[in-house]
């Protein structure tokens, strides 16, 4: 006998409010006592942000959704745009959790503006973007990423990647530092002594290096993306928190790569 079928439907919905996502979407499949509740918008508003009505409202394009449910998933399998377009947001599905992407345009990138030789900004099918960063040649690579603690989730452990892609004839990717820092705790001197070192083309490195260096990985998307760093998001009053990724000591020449952005997502 299905017993949840005879608890009222709010004592089920307080119930699932204390499960997460996944579990309130499964649970249909339990028993057919849960399915109404299950797809309640009184649950779904519970895994929402508190303040995701602020979200909506800065959308670039308007999304219409019939329920909290569609919202929410929504949110997890298509980033929205925010902002006028200079950042993206979009929900960790498991978690909740927020997701960022800053967009090229907001990065701090030397040389990056007005210097059509060595940076050039240009459109690409497969950006979320209108625009991305495209490197022609330096010699000095470094690109910043900052945002406020006070945006991202509390409580979180988030990793910041940088999102690329590289053209054919790139050179000089192979070995780059980055980090991450509390820009009000952390000068960038002390970042620059822990930074980690990364690659941005893995089949370059050489393999009695590949220990100590960070590799990057293809996304669903289609993009890569290579870790900068990871820190705790506690209360989100921390400030500023960037991430860097840098070559300015090896000044050798540099081109071929596509910024689309960087990322903060939970771990």
């Known amino acids: 006998m299905d017993y949840f079928r005879l608890l009222p439907e709010g004592c089920v919905s307080d119930i699932l409010s204390y ?21 309640s918008d009184v649950i779904w508003e519970k895994f929402l942000l508190d303040d995701y009505q602020d979200i909506v409202s800065r959308y670039v394009s308007p ?27 979009s929900l960790d599905k498991k978690t909740a959790k927020k997701c960022y992407m800053i967009s090229a345009r907001e ?3 030397s040389w990056g ?49 940088l999102v690329f892609k590289l053209v054919e004839g790139h050179e000089g990717l192979e070995i780059v530092n980055a980090f991450v820092r509390f820009v009000d705790r952390v000068s960038d001197k002390e970042a620059e002594q822990r930074a980690s070192i990364v690659s941005l083309v893995e089949k370059k490195v050489r393999r009695r290096k590949r220990k100590n260096v960070k590799l990057p990985r293809k996304r669903g998307d289609g993009w890569m993306e290579i870790e900068l760093g990871i820190f705790f998001n506690d209360s989100g009053d921390d400030g500023n928190v960037e991430a860097r990724l840098m070559d300015i000591k090896r ?17």
Do not use: N
């Not at 997460?20 to 299950?38: E, L, N, Q």
């Not at 050798?252 to 596509?258: A, D, N, S, T, V």
């Open 19 to 39: 499960t997460s996502p996944k579990d309130a979407s499964t649970s249909s499949a339990i028993s057919r006592g849960f399915k109404s509740a299950a797809e």
């Open 63 to 89: 999304r219409v959704c019939s329920s909290k449910r569609e919202l929410y998933f929504s949110l997890c399998d298509s980033p929205v745009l925010i902002d006028g377009g200079k950042l993206s947001f």
């Open 107 to 109: 990065l701090a990138i």
């Open 113 to 161: 503006v007005d210097t059509p030789w060595y940076w050039e900004w240009i459109s690409h099918p497969d950006s979320r973007f209108s625009e991305v960063a495209h490197l022609k040649a330096v010699s000095w690579l470094d690109i910043r990423g900052t945002i406020g603690t006070q945006m991202l989730s509390r409580r979180t452990k988030y990793v910041a990647y």
């Open 251 to 267: 000044l050798h020449g540099k081109g071929g790569l596509i910024v689309q952005g960087m990322e903060f997502r939970p771990e």
